[in-house]
């Protein structure tokens, strides 16, 4: 059984910074690339940064690029997630996900092209 658990979350105020960690369990974590997804209260879930398994490639939202960035240790099974300059908007509950298939250069930007979801973890931005 897959497992994936994010760690990392919480309250900080505006201008800080937050590392999100993302754990993986129960498969071959080194072959399959990562992503970062957020859901804000009454809104989609939207994606955040992806990072291809071998971390030759990563992709961004534009609204992050420059402030988040995703990196990848495949020794840990582990993706992380530096947050920086941080704004009231980035509040939302932050998801690890892992993509379905294993393709060496994909960044997918698209939820469905991952099968695999972490619990969540809450990040709150103060103004």
């Known amino acids: 059984q897959v497992q994936l658990v994010e760690s990392g979350g919480g309250l900080v105020e505006a201008g800080g910074s937050l590392r999100l960690s993302c754990a993986a369990s129960g498969r071959t974590f080194s072959i399959y690339a990562m992503g970062w997804f957020r859901q804000a209260p009454g809104k989609e879930r939207e994606f955040v940064a992806a990072?291809?398994?071998?971390?030759?490639?990563?992709a961004y939202a534009d609204s992050v690029k420059g402030r988040f960035t995703i990196s990848r240790d495949n020794a840990k099974n582990t993706v992380y997630l530096q947050m920086n300059s941080l704004k009231p908007e980035d509040t939302a509950v932050y998801y690890c996900a892992a993509d379905r298939i294993p393709i060496n250069w994909r960044t997918s930007t698209t939820p469905g092209d991952y099968d695999t979801w972490g619990q969540g973890t809450q990040v709150t931005v103060s103004s």
């Open positions: 990072i291809s398994r071998s971390s030759s490639n990563a």
